[in-house]
């Protein structure tokens, strides 16, 4: 990819990157080989002015007669949002409450209140003023032809429905799908946004984010013809324990136990896996965010159990070396994944994602022993071990991310009713830590001032202090991924012109148009200044994702024209090189003096 911008004097200043090669598609982001690459490739940059005699630079030019700015050079005020859950005894939301009753701690040290205001039934009380409406703009006559713009506010939630099928087994699955059906009809509305996902070794998309929940609940029912995974599980287990009283070679048993073991321990990486690379996708999307996973849960430590259980035939006696085996429930912790749950929720609560965790198997769903199983007695430690180790971990990740989970439970409905009131009301409190862009995770703490009312307190348990860098490419692939689009600039894409080369391709330009009114002029000696970067990615046909490329750019406006410049806006050309099948791009623009950053999304349609 090729930037080019004016310098002063008449020079100007080339920068050139390269070709962008493909990340795999999002549907693909497990075992599946990587896929072509994006056909959409970034070809130059130029910048060029609409209705004011303005300068652009490239920020890596030679200075001439520009001056520097001696005492900023970006600004990043960052924002750290708590979304905070209160209830009383019975479980009810608490209302009403103010700044003045919460105490918030980074790192065991106490902070400061910058932002707060209380989330109740779809709106918002408190000091925190609203969010200003995106600029109108009407200087460029190709925006009347654009599409209105649907922007995600910061209150808006993100539902992603989690099937999988892998962890989980048919009968359970189908029983819990009419509670979400009806959990969709009556709690999720057209203000919301919802997704389904399944998995099943790798991910699908089953549905993309709409505002039409029975699109989703509708879904639900192709699901159900889907086999689950567990059931194989389940199989291999009872074979071992069939076995157990009646094989001689206790070595033997061991050695089977731990193949079982490491057999789950490699599945539940995948599983593990398709999980994180999902919670850090939503990322970028704005608002609220809520990952409902339904499954049979997933165990902490696989083969646990099978270990307990040849472990208690050796201690019924009576086998030659069997003291040899005296401890071996600690080989259990050889396969011991909570490193990998903990790495997960720490990725979830850096994308501001809240588990909700359904163990599907409910109250008496789940049982080591089947019908058909022979041997001797299994004690109940065996059973509890087993239980323990499959829903503890649906109450860790639910637990650090500031959601809720239900174990070991039939009532589906009044777990479902709970979640639906998380939805509805909330507190939001935010600081602004004395760091920015560190990339450090941080512990979060929040306390109520009064704690003799017995109330309980929820929330995510960490944050990680992204760089205004990672944030913006997160920002970007979230707009070309799932259509989150934010406009605090009021910018605009409009294609331009398209013309077909030798080779079969397209030459397409697109302006980025910047309105001027909306970004920070700083006035320095003889002109004002704006500081930018812009930021690109494109995606194809077939999922295929481009690098993220970004460009600086400032601005310099004379000062007798200030006022002039404030009325136009500010065409930034994308020259780009695209194939036959349609494209889409998507653009971030951040003011780097004022914090402001928009993100959009286009589709180029292709020609045949």
């Not at 959409?40 to 520097?68: F, K, M, N, W, Y």
């Not at 389940?234 to 033997?252: G, P, Q, T, V």
């Not at 472990?311 to 080989?331: C, F, I, Q």
């Not at 809240?354 to 299994?378: E, Q, V």
Request: proline content about 4%; glycine content about 8%; some cysteine.
């Amino acid at each position: 990819m090729r930037t080019s911008a004016p310098g002063r004097g008449g020079r100007s200043h080339q920068e050139t990157y390269d070709v962008l090669e493909t990340h795999r598609p999002f549907a693909d982001l497990t075992r599946r080989p990587g896929t072509r690459a994006a056909a959409l490739l970034c070809a130059a940059l130029a910048v060029g002015p609409v209705a004011a005699t303005l300068h652009a630079q490239d920020s890596g030019g030679e200075g001439g007669g520009s001056q520097e700015l001696s005492y900023v050079d970006v600004i990043d005020v960052k924002v750290v949002n708590i979304k905070v859950y209160v209830t009383d005894k019975d479980g009810n939301p608490v209302t009403g409450l103010t700044r003045d009753d919460f105490v918030i701690e980074e790192d065991g040290r106490e902070v400061k209140l910058t932002n707060f205001y209380e989330f109740r039934e779809g709106t918002r009380e408190g000091d925190l003023p609203p969010r200003p409406e995106a600029p109108k703009i009407e200087s460029h006559p190709e925006l009347r032809a654009e599409p209105e713009l649907e922007v995600a506010s910061e209150d808006q939630l993100h539902l992603i429905v989690y099937v999988d099928h892998h962890n989980i087994r048919p009968n359970n699955r189908n029983r819990v799908f009419r509670f979400v059906r009806q959990f969709l009809r009556e709690h999720v509305d057209r203000q919301d946004r919802v997704m389904l996902v399944s998995y099943n070794r790798s991910i699908k998309i089953e549905r993309e984010f709409t505002s039409d929940p029975q699109v989703v609940s509708r879904a639900l029912f192709d699901l159900e013809k889907h086999t689950g995974g567990r059931l194989t599980v389940d199989s291999d287990r009872r074979d071992i324990i069939n076995d157990i009283e009646d094989e001689i070679d206790i070595s033997l048993l061991v050695s089977r136990a731990k193949m079982f073991a490491q057999e789950q321990h490699n599945d539940m990486q995948f599983t593990l896996d398709a999980l994180k690379e999902m919670v850090s996708n939503l990322a970028g999307l704005p608002g609220r965010k809520a990952l409902l996973y339904v499954s049979d849960g997933l165990p902490m430590r696989p083969g646990e159990e099978m270990f307990e259980a040849v472990s208690e035939r050796v201690n019924r006696g009576g086998d030659a070396g069997a003291s040899y085996y005296s401890n071996l429930r600690m080989e259990a912790f050889s396969y011991d994944l909570s490193p990998r749950f903990r790495d997960l929720a720490n990725t979830a609560n850096a994308s501001d994602v809240s588990f909700y965790t359904i163990d599907a198997a409910g109250l008496l769903g789940r049982s080591i022993r089947g019908a058909d199983m022979r041997g001797g007695p299994l004690s109940s430690n065996m059973e509890s071990i087993w239980n323990n180790n499959v829903q503890g971990s649906l109450m860790f990740l639910a637990d650090e991310t500031g959601g809720q989970f239900a174990v070991n439970t039939n009532n589906f409905e009044g777990a479902f009713e709970r979640f639906a009131k998380d939805f509805e009301h909330y507190y939001s409190l935010g600081f602004s830590p004395s760091h920015a862009g560190n990339g450090r995770l941080y512990r979060i703490e929040v306390k109520l001032k009064d704690k003799q009312r017995g109330w309980s307190l929820r929330h995510r348990q960490n944050y990680r202090d992204k760089s205004v860098e990672l944030e913006m490419q997160e920002g970007v692939k979230a707009s070309l991924q799932f259509g989150a689009q934010s406009n605090d600039l009021g910018i605009r894409l409009v294609e331009k012109s398209r013309m077909r080369r030798s080779d079969g391709t397209f030459m397409v330009h697109v302006d980025v148009l910047i309105p001027l009114g909306e970004v920070t002029l700083l006035p320095l000696q003889d002109v004002h200044e704006a500081r930018l970067r812009v930021w690109v990615q494109a995606r194809d046909a077939d999922g295929g994702f481009s690098d993220p490329v970004v460009s600086p750019l400032r601005i310099e406006v004379a000062k007798d024209e200030v006022e002039q410049a404030r009325q136009g806006v500010w065409a930034y050309e994308l020259p780009l090189v695209m194939g036959t099948g349609d494209q889409w791009i998507s653009v971030g623009v951040r003011d780097d003096l004022g914090g402001e950053r928009s993100f959009l999304t286009r589709v180029l349609r292709g020609e045949a």
